[in-house]
């Protein structure tokens, strides 16, 4: 019966693991004095030197290297096996001898064939979680294969790309001020009271036009931003690009002029109010790592789809029946 020549079983993890495991700690033995040290004798001679190991005879690849029961390996045979590992088991078969590798391999190999000769690969079952697995390691497989097949981007396609979303490829330097509905400690200690909707509204709304009027929004930033991070910064939240913001956030952002003061933009930890510092367009050499990233993941996506399309899904509603919505809920406890 051949072995295959890729496999994945959980259980040969468990063999590895099993064979790092260290035996159980025996007693130290108390430590042997030790030996008066030799005394030099007149007509002493040193025993003759030990003979060198014979060197290891060549192993071509078609000898046979290991026997487990009615199966042989050769040596090509053995070493594909080992080059065939899955990941998983790469590292720690990495770890071990050969000899080590060939102790664990022939345990795991014992036990499959004493599951066959009980038929445990005969069942229903068995057969059915067999059929899965294989299916699973193609599908990875496949998946792999695509991944890398994608990876190849041209510059003409980044240049494409840039060209055709030049007005998507803008920066802009911001400052910002947080009017938090729950504000952090004061440097007196002590817990604020929590902020209402209306309440953030009306004080975001008169930290702008304080600012309209003249006051500087740094200086505005350090007193009263609730945000601990770019507050004592003067509000400074550096350079950010299209798609790295909330979209309500971003449109605002990049929908005013420069020095200008935006809106209350209400978020879900309180109200922000920005200053545009400035607005430029990103260099092609800036955006390429981005664009490189979305082209590859546009690829996959399209592949997979075209996979889909190929296969095509069919449900019977009869069977496939969502269940009501009370159910998805989790339950409390």
């Not at 920005?274 to 990103?282: A, H, P, V």
């Given at each position: ?24 700690p ?17 007509d002493?001679?040193p ?18 290297v290991?026997?487990i ?51 445990m ?62 504000p ?53 939240m ?68 075209k ?22 809920a989790?339950?409390?406890?």
């Amino acid at each position: 019966m051949k072995f295959p020549q890729a496999f994945s079983c959980a259980l040969f993890l468990a063999v590895l693991s099993f064979a790092q495991t260290p035996a159980t700690p025996q007693a130290t033995p108390a430590p042997k004095p030790s030996p008066p040290a030799m005394q030099a004798v007149p007509d002493y001679k040193p025993n003759p030197a030990v003979p060198p190991a014979p060197a290891a005879k060549p192993v071509n690849p078609e000898d046979i290297v290991l026997t487990i029961g009615a199966d042989t390996f050769t040596r090509e045979k053995f070493e594909s096996i080992m080059k065939a590992l899955p990941p998983a088991f790469q590292q720690q078969a990495a770890q071990m001898s050969k000899k080590q590798f060939a102790g664990q391999f022939a345990m795991m190999l014992s036990l499959a064939r004493a599951a066959e000769k009980e038929k445990m690969d005969q069942t229903p079952q068995v057969k059915e979680q067999l059929e899965f697995q294989r299916l699973q390691f193609l599908a990875q497989l496949a998946f792999n294969q695509i991944s890398q097949r994608n990876q190849v981007i041209t510059d003409d396609q980044i240049k494409a790309y840039y060209t055709a979303h030049a007005g998507e490829q803008q920066q802009a330097k911001i400052r910002g001020i947080l009017v938090s509905f729950n504000p952090p400690k004061g440097k007196d200690g002590k817990e604020p009271k929590g902020r209402t909707e209306d309440e953030a509204k009306a004080l975001a709304t008169e930290l702008r036009e304080k600012i309209v009027k003249g006051a500087d929004f740094a200086a505005v930033a350090k007193e009263s931003s609730d945000e601990q991070e770019t507050g004592p910064k003067g509000g400074d939240m550096g350079t950010v690009k299209r798609g790295q913001l909330p979209p309500n956030i971003e449109k605002t952002i990049f929908s005013l002029k420069v020095k200008e003061i935006s809106q209350p933009v209400p978020e879900v930890s309180g109200l922000y109010i920005f200053q545009l510092e400035d607005l430029r367009e990103t260099t092609l050499a800036e955006a390429t790592p981005g664009i490189r990233s979305t082209l590859l993941q546009q690829a996959t996506i399209g592949t997979l789809e075209k996979v889909k399309a190929d296969y095509p899904i069919k449900l019977n509603d009869d069977y496939f029946v969502d269940p009501p919505p009370n159910m998805l809920a989790p339950k409390k406890p």
